[in-house]
């Protein structure tokens, strides 16, 4: 399986001087470099089909662009961050060994001479400081989901264990259909289990709704009262069965005691 780029490579990222292609995004552009990305996944090394690369461009000409229209810059920031450095946020993960078996020589030249640079962080080393501030639950699902695409296992592991962690009581019924919509079981799962042991806050959210229609976000306006009604029902029946169930553990413990 491909191997993560060089430690002092990630670790001087982002220098878009050097980058060979631009992603097009929902709301904004980000660069990055070809050789990074296919050392990372194998979805990006079939991708950009090494052994047929175009001959070097001129000095003005563009780079290529891949559309990516259903990812945000902020999520996308952060899968970049991870074909970098191995980790979403935090300290760059000790790689290990190098990507230079998978390349010919000139790409190993660009490997080599990416990881001598001494640039300052540019736009897109920005854009990922920014995206740690803004990983919402929103886009840590749309992660996930970018995730599986380019099949990145650990960024998916990491990306969901991230969604635990923002989540919240009014992204619950919103971030269920997105996932449903995209046929992510695992997400669904994941969001729903966290709705189960926090359903105190999300029965309050959702009854407020009932309550109240204009207070409805608008990815969720589509449900009727009926709907809405028998999710809160299924959400405190599977409540009721977890408390049930711990119930049961603690007794059983207390037997053993």
């Known amino acids: 399986s491909p191997r993560p780029p060089p430690l002092g490579l990630a670790q001087r990222a982002y220098a878009e001087a050097e980058a ?15 050789c990074l990305l296919a050392a990372r996944s194998e979805y990006f090394r079939r991708m950009f089909r090494w052994g047929e690369r175009p001959a070097a461009r001129a000095g003005c000409e563009p780079l290529p662009v891949v559309r990516v229209a259903d990812a945000g810059v ?19 993960h000790p790689c290990g060994g190098t990507v230079a078996h998978a390349f010919g020589d000139a790409d190993r030249a660009r490997l080599n001479a990416l990881t001598n ?33 380019y099949l990145l296992p650990e960024l998916s592991r990491q990306a969901t264990s991230a969604l635990k962690d923002v989540l919240r009581a009014t992204d619950v019924v919103p971030l269920l ?6 046929g992510a079981e695992d ?42 009604s028998a999710f809160l029902a299924q959400l405190r029946t599977s409540s009721c069965r977890e408390t049930q169930e711990r119930a049961l553990l603690v007794r059983a413990r207390e037997r053993r005691d």
């Open 187 to 228: 997400e669904l799962q994941v969001i729903f289990e966290w709705a189960v042991h926090n359903y105190e806050q999300v029965a309050a959210t959702l009854e407020q709704w009932l309550a109240a229609r204009s207070l409805v976000p608008p990815p969720v306006r589509a449900l009727g009262e009926a709907e809405l």
């Open 20 to 34: 060979d292609i631009v992603f097009e995004l929902r709301d904004g552009t980000l660069r990055a470099h070809r």
């Open 74 to 92: 902020v999520a996308f920031s952060v899968l970049l961050r991870f074909a970098y450095c191995g980790c979403m946020f935090g300290n760059v």
């Open 177 to 182: 259909l997105r996932a449903q919509q995209e």
């Open 117 to 149: 640079r001494t640039d300052a962080p540019t736009k897109t080393g920005e854009a990922v400081a920014e995206a740690e501030r803004e990983l919402d639950a929103a886009a840590a699902l749309e992660l996930c989901l970018l995730a599986h695409r």
